[in-house]
């Protein structure tokens, strides 16, 4: 049988993911503590692609998310950031176990999409919590109760869950006037195996929307700043969204660099691969 995967951070480790998210000392886990949590984090690790563009392997085990998020000053998608992040509740005492999603975002409501996101379930003074700091562009920065039908409010958009039967419930954000579908999940408990075969499809499979693309999103007081491809854009709170096409691998990579904050890995096999996708 192979041994289990680590599931807990070294203390080095632990100190420089608070130091990151703004903390000298490890908060308590309260949802005060959740939603500067969850706040801070879609702000400070980025959300990217450029493992799915580069076709790179992307492991997700801890000791291999610690070194690329904490180390090497790299970003990720859900099962990175989610990973990562639900490391940290666990260990900081929150009662938090990972669920997946079928995402919906672009299509209908009554799709059936694969399991390839990861979110978490957090538990506190008998409330549950859906939290959630890997869905790129659409993040949200706040948890959001579980059990409350209405509009929450966010640090970003307002969001909404719906419940669909016994356990499955449909994410919504609210943006402008109208309501968008971001994903449908429910409450099957996980295991680390689901998430590497999840993994596996996002990263590998021919089919898989992130294969070849680069996605990149990270947030900030009152906006947000993405990146599709050769797209750049800025969305401020209550304003008309900011874009540009950038003109060349250059301008991207210093985009990369310059606006989210990533340490890029070899840069001739970036430039190669962002021009072989603006050639598609």
Known sequence: MPPLPETVLSQDDLQLYLRRLGYAHAPA?????LRELQRRHSAEFVFETVANLLHAPIPIDLPSLRRKLLHDGRGGYCYELNGLFLALLQ?????????????????????VTARTHMVALV??????????????????????R???????????????????????????????????????????PQEYIDYVVGNWYVSA????????????????PGWRKTLNNGSYAIHRLGQPSERRELAGADEVIAV???????????????RA???RRAAA
């Open 29 to 33: 886990p309260s949802l005060q503590t």
């Open 91 to 111: 260990q900081l005492g929150f009662r938090a176990r990972g669920l997946t999603g079928r995402v919906l975002m672009g299509g209908p409501e009554d799709a």
């Open 123 to 144: 538990e506190i003074d008998g409330e549950r919590y859906v939290a959630d700091v890997g869905f790129g562009g659409m993040v949200p920065t706040g948890p959001l």
């Open 146 to 188: 579980l059990d409350e039908t209405g509009e929450q409010a966010t640090p970003h958009e307002p969001y909404r869950l719906e419940r669909r039967g016994a356990d499955r419930y449909l994410l919504q954000a609210r943006v402008g006037e109208e309501w968008r579908a971001m994903y449908v999940f429910d409450l099957a």
């Open 205 to 220: 499979h021919p089919q898989s929307p992130f294969r070849d693309q680069l996605f990149v999103a990270r947030t900030g």
């Open 256 to 270: 990369l660099r310059e606006e989210f904050g990533l340490r890029l890995p070899d840069e001739t096999a970036l």
């Open 273 to 275: 691969a962002i021009e």
